[in-house]
């Protein structure tokens, strides 16, 4: 039949004669035959037919080259019941992003809480987790400088400085607090002393962490291309934060704690 397609029309195929019996008829007087190109496979997912089209990079960020799709796909005009889904390493990215900041959200969730436990407030960890935004200024800014873009290891190097970040804000309001409790200073002669004592172990803390990143963050050695995102944000996030740190998180203690005082006189008259 593959040499002579027409013999496709002499199969017999039982139908019924009306009569309550079955007779064998002709195919090719149901239908008719004709010599047409079809595909040698048929791929289906989620019980649907799919074509896959499939290109290579040309060294272009997965998130560029994701953008250039959704853009051409727009212009296309689809008929109904098609449509034009991502796959492969976009699909793979998406979900691996989603993963990467649900762990952001519990990394800073964890934080806070404790933070509230060691200092018994929960407005005071509020100052100090300000420097987290502070060191995503520096980890954007060292990207762009670097060429890099935001993909999994950035992401990793982001948690990371999660924890290390608050690190200096927690030398510096730990340090205020405890000359206000034990040596009954003002609380801005207090944060003053706290910001003068505390700047040379923040400043050697950090600079320990940023050459301990210069290997990775050149990228010597074999994959260290690839894990030198991480390295980049890390020491971008922990400059940024570690100098405003000294500025901003100061400014936030007292405002904060003028607020926790506000609330507790408050509280009082209230229930007075």
Do not use: C
Not at 85 to 109: H, K, N, P, Q, R
Not at 117 to 138: D, H, K, R, T, Y
Not at 159 to 169: E, H, P, Q, Y
Not at 194 to 220: C, D, K, N, Q, S
Request: charged share 20%.
């Amino acid at each position: 039949m593959r040499r002579n397609p027409s013999q496709v029309g002499d199969l017999k195929v039982s139908v019924n004669n009306g009569a309550g019996g079955i007779k064998l008829v002709p195919l090719s007087s149901l239908l008719s035959a004709r010599v047409a190109a079809s595909p040698t496979e048929i791929n289906r997912r989620d019980l649907a037919r799919q074509v896959t089209v499939s290109a290579n990079l040309d060294n272009l960020p997965i998130g560029t080259a994701v953008k250039h799709v959704e853009a051409a796909s727009k212009k296309i005009n689809m008929p109904p019941g098609y449509s034009i889904d991502l796959s492969g390493e976009a699909e793979d990215m998406a979900e691996s992003f989603g993963y990467m900041a649900e762990s952001l959200m519990l990394a800073v969730i964890f934080v806070y809480l404790i933070l509230a436990a060691q200092f018994e407030s929960f407005f005071e960890p509020l100052a100090i987790m300000l420097s987290l935004p502070l060191s995503i200024v520096g980890m954007a800014g060292m990207l762009k400088l670097t060429g890099d873009t935001v993909k999994i290891m950035s992401l990793i190097g982001l948690i990371m400085l999660m924890g290390l970040v608050t690190k200096n804000a927690i030398l510096l309001v730990d340090y205020a607090k405890v000359l206000q409790r034990r040596d009954g200073m003002a609380r801005r002669d207090a944060v003053i002393l706290a910001g003068r004592t505390r700047l040379r172990p923040i400043v050697m803390t950090t600079l320990a962490m940023i050459f301990g990143m210069m290997p990775l963050f050149l990228g010597i050695g074999a994959g260290g291309e690839g894990r030198a995102p991480m390295a980049r944000a890390v020491v971008g996030g922990l400059l940024t934060s570690t100098f405003l740190t000294l500025l901003v998180v100061p400014v936030m203690y007292t405002t904060m704690d003028d607020f926790g005082a506000w609330l507790k006189r408050k509280w009082r008259r209230e229930h007075a």
